[in-house]
């Protein structure tokens, strides 16, 4: 069953207030944790309802169902642009449409990836600019998703080098149409958030360092990380954006797909 309008208006409440007292926690201002409501596998009513509460950003984990729900331009309540985050591993034959409904993927983890993703938005009318986030598996050893731990800073480090020149702005001679945002991963989720915070802090060091280098990593200031388990630890150790699905739609029913057209 969904949430009705007013339960996801008590859940949305609870949630701010545990972000609220994490970045107090942390010293930091709420304003620099960007919130990703996660409505894979809720309808698009769901999605009316957290526009209505205020929501600028939603994650999708896949292409599909991400069009089904964000192909349609959506306004947020002051006006600005909703924005969708794919979240989810992206077949190579999805790339294009990923880059078409996102304004942001936060889980690539190849070169393969970002040189068709370059190709893909320099052909789209206008030639999108398109953020992007390096997934690294961090936490979930036992998926495949996201680069190793052991070959993400060589992984950059190749990036940079492939990139060629840059402008001030991070722009690259070989990649202009797309942007370098940050790294994104999963946490432990064994229930207990306190296993997340090394992973965490990894990717923080890691993203700090590149961030430093500036040049296409002019623009890598971004962290997804934290969930609806997890999310305090993540903003302690850096997190600027946090990806909640449970906490503000309930639980997932995995036996109804959203894009099954028998629904
Ligand atoms: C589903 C999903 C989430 C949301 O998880 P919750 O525990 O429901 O908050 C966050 N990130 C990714 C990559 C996901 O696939």
């Known amino acids: 069953m969904e949430f009705t309008l007013d339960?996801?208006?008590?859940?949305?409440?609870?949630?701010?207030?545990?972000?609220?007292?994490?970045?107090?926690?942390?010293?930091?201002?709420?304003?620099?944790?960007?919130?990703?409501?996660v409505s894979k596998f809720h309808p698009a009513e769901a999605v009316e309802n957290a526009i209505a509460l205020?929501?600028?950003?939603?994650?999708?984990?896949?292409?599909?169902?991400?069009?089904?729900k964000f192909s349609a331009r959506r306004t947020a309540i002051d006006g600005a642009p909703v924005m969708c985050h794919v979240i989810g591993p992206v077949q190579s034959n999805k790339l294009k449409k990923a880059a078409i409904v996102a304004d942001c993927i936060h889980s690539i983890a190849s070169m393969?990836?970002?040189?068709?993703?370059?190709k893909v938005c320099a052909g789209l009318a206008g030639g999108k600019i398109l953020d992007i986030l390096f997934?690294?598996?961090?936490?979930?050893?036992?998926?495949?998703?996201g680069l190793d731990v052991a070959n993400a800073e060589a992984f950059l480090a190749e990036l940079e080098t492939r990139a060629g020149a840059c402008d001030a702005t991070g722009r690259s001679e070989k990649f202009p149409h797309l942007r370098f945002r940050g790294l994104m991963t999963i946490g432990k989720n064994t229930g207990v958030a306190?296993?997340?915070?090394?992973?965490?802090?990894?990717l923080r060091n890691l993203q700090q360092k590149f961030l430093a280098r500036g040049g296409v990593f002019a623009n890598f200031d971004q962290l997804s990380m934290g969930m609806?388990?997890?999310?305090?630890v993540a903003i302690e150790e850096g997190s600027t954006m946090i990806r909640v699905g449970t906490a503000l739609f309930g639980e997932r029913d995995y036996s109804k797909p959203v894009n099954d057209p028998v629904r």
Not at 27 to 32: F, I, N, P, V
Not at 59 to 68: C, T
Not at 194 to 202: G, I, L, M, P, Q
């Open 7 to 37: 339960e996801m208006r008590e859940h949305l409440n609870v949630l701010e207030a545990r972000i609220a007292a994490a970045c107090k926690n942390a010293g930091r201002a709420r304003e620099s944790v960007k919130l990703v409501w």
């Open 54 to 68: 205020g929501a600028h950003d939603f994650g999708e984990n896949r292409v599909q169902e991400a069009e089904l």
């Open 112 to 118: 393969e990836a970002v040189e068709k993703l370059e």
């Open 135 to 145: 997934q690294v598996n961090a936490g979930e050893e036992e998926t495949k998703s």
């Open 194 to 202: 306190e296993d997340s915070r090394e992973c965490f802090a990894f």
């Open 228 to 232: 609806t388990g997890d999310l305090e």
